[in-house]
């Protein structure tokens, strides 16, 4: 047991010693540096809470937060409803469902810059001559307001990410016995019964692990923010990671940028946690 132990400690060593130097000590650096004038050299004076209670006077930000919170919303309801859609149609018993897997899951394998380069080439060029020869006034001016800025990264990041989620649903939809539904079929349970009843408590573990993976995500987006609208028209568009961003390298305000981080950080974290906590409520319920 004792060299099981050791052995044990030895192997996780290098992991521990990885997070903390490039995760737990940055991370407390960070938050000592916000509360100073430090300028991304130095840090010269202490100046306490100055940088928190400025940050929630800045109207951009708070919009960056607002924006970013409705974002996050959608999202997670439609890629946990496309991901489980998806799932359910490659586990039927169909020729074609690992083409299908692959051909759902290769837009994830794309970078988010480049998936956001191509998607505005498609809302602005391709929307705009499907306007021109249609006469739709809908489909002009695509990424010009910040409604359809808006929905124009939500379609991005479904389209990237759905692929993903699916495979984590089909992780636990494959994992179903096949006794149970079987048995449902002979009692006559419709199919909408036997998913109400056996396929969706077996896979609320699935939703859990989505569930959280899709809300950090959407809240820490970046990449397709910044190729899609890069926050126009006006900001309005400006999601908080790209505000943080903008902050410390556009700005050169350092410290101001870690604060937002910080309550960044602990939007996420109390958000995330508390859909884990509330979600594996849920699971022993079921």
């Known amino acids: 047991?004792?060299?099981?132990?050791?052995?044990?400690?030895?192997?996780?060593?290098?992991?521990?010693?990885?997070?903390?130097?490039?995760?737990?000590?940055?991370?407390?650096?960070?938050?000592?540096?916000?509360?100073?004038?430090?300028?991304?050299?130095?840090?010269?004076?202490?100046?306490?809470?100055?940088?928190?209670?400025?940050?929630?006077?800045?109207?951009?930000?708070?919009?960056?937060?607002?924006?970013?919170?409705?974002?996050?919303?959608?999202?997670?309801?439609l890629l946990n409803l496309f991901g489980l859609g998806l799932a359910l149609i490659v586990t039927r018993n169909i020729k074609s469902n690992n083409l299908l897997r692959t051909v759902f899951f290769m837009p994830n394998l794309i970078g988010g810059l480049i998936l956001g380069f191509i998607w505005q080439f498609i809302f602005i060029s391709v929307f705009g001559d499907i306007g021109g020869l249609t006469g739709i006034e809908g489909f002009n001016?695509?990424?010009?307001?910040?409604?359809?800025?808006?929905?124009?990264?939500?379609?991005?990041?479904?389209?990237?990410?759905?692929?993903?989620?699916?495979?984590?649903?089909?992780?636990?939809?494959e994992n179903i016995p096949k006794d149970l539904i079987e048995a449902a079929k002979i009692d006559g349970a419709s199919p909408l019964q036997r998913f109400k009843n056996i396929t969706f408590p077996l896979v609320a573990p699935a939703f859990t692990i989505s569930m959280f993976l899709t809300l950090s995500m959407s809240f820490k987006i970046y990449d397709q923010n910044l190729s899609l609208t890069n926050g126009g028209p006006a900001s309005q568009t400006q999601m908080v990671a790209m505000d943080i961003v903008n902050t410390a390298f556009s700005d050169n305000d350092m410290a101001y940028a870690q604060a937002k981080a910080v309550i960044f950080f602990l939007i996420v974290s109390v958000v995330a946690l508390t859909q884990v906590y509330y979600n594996k409520k849920r699971e022993v319920e079921m």
Not at 143 to 169: D, E
């Open 141 to 173: 001016g695509w990424l010009s307001t910040a409604n359809t800025g808006f929905w124009g990264i939500v379609i991005l990041t479904c389209w990237q990410m759905a692929g993903y989620i699916m495979i984590i649903y089909i992780a636990y939809l």
């Open 1 to 77: 047991m004792s060299n099981r132990t050791l052995s044990f400690w030895l192997f996780l060593t290098p992991v521990v010693l990885g997070l903390g130097i490039v995760v737990v000590i940055p991370f407390l650096y960070g938050l000592v540096y916000s509360f100073t004038d430090w300028n991304g050299l130095r840090a010269e004076t202490f100046i306490g809470w100055e940088n928190y209670i400025r940050l929630f006077q800045e109207d951009e930000f708070m919009q960056a937060v607002w924006f970013t919170t409705k974002f996050a919303f959608v999202v997670v309801l």
